[in-house]
């Protein structure tokens, strides 16, 4: 079972509805039926969620990818945590919490996020963690470094 995709899943969940919420409210109190309305606050709650959407489900897809394959739970769970930092982080910044290093720290985690899960899913899909379903006999992350530098 991938029981600690399921967990970040449920975080991130909550985490849309907060910023569908926000979204929502703010068509109501601006009065937008479509669009932001040319209002400046109602844009940044639609990219608040939309920019969410756009990199949560793929980041999830890959966590859950990961952990079937056998990668090690520190390291979804490590990985899990940068990805909630970072949405956190920019949902902060673009719905007026935090300042631009905000931004900054939430871009840039999201884009280490989305390297490292690439990486993990790469070696995972290998066999190279013992409690891989594709694992070799004796096969680890190191036999993949020894390869590359022999």
């Known amino acids: 079972m991938l029981t600690i995709t399921i967990i970040f899943t449920g975080m991130l969940l909550l985490m849309h509805s907060a910023l569908s919420i926000t979204a929502s409210a703010n068509r109501a109190k601006y009065e937008v039926d479509f669009g932001d309305g040319g209002n400046q606050k109602m844009h940044k709650a639609m990219r608040a969620q ?5 990199y949560v489900p793929i980041i999830l897809i890959a966590m859950g990818i990961s952990e079937y394959l ?3 739970g ?6 899990g945590w940068v990805l909630i930092v ?4 920019h949902a902060a910044f673009m719905l ?3 300042g631009k290093p905000g931004r900054l720290v939430g871009a840039g985690l999201s884009f280490c996020s989305h390297s490292s899960w690439a990486s993990i899913c790469l070696v995972a899909a290998q066999g190279c963690w013992p409690s891989s379903p594709n694992a070799k006999n004796g096969s680890a992350p190191w036999h993949m470094i020894h390869i590359l530098r022999n």
Not at 74 to 79: A, D, P, R, T, Y
Not at 86 to 89: A, C, K, L, N, P
């Open 50 to 54: 939309g920019n969410f959407i756009e």
């Open 74 to 79: 520190w390291l979804i769970w490590s990985c």
């Open 70 to 72: 056998g990668a090690p």
């Open 96 to 98: 007026g919490f935090a």
């Open 86 to 89: 970072s949405r956190i982080s």
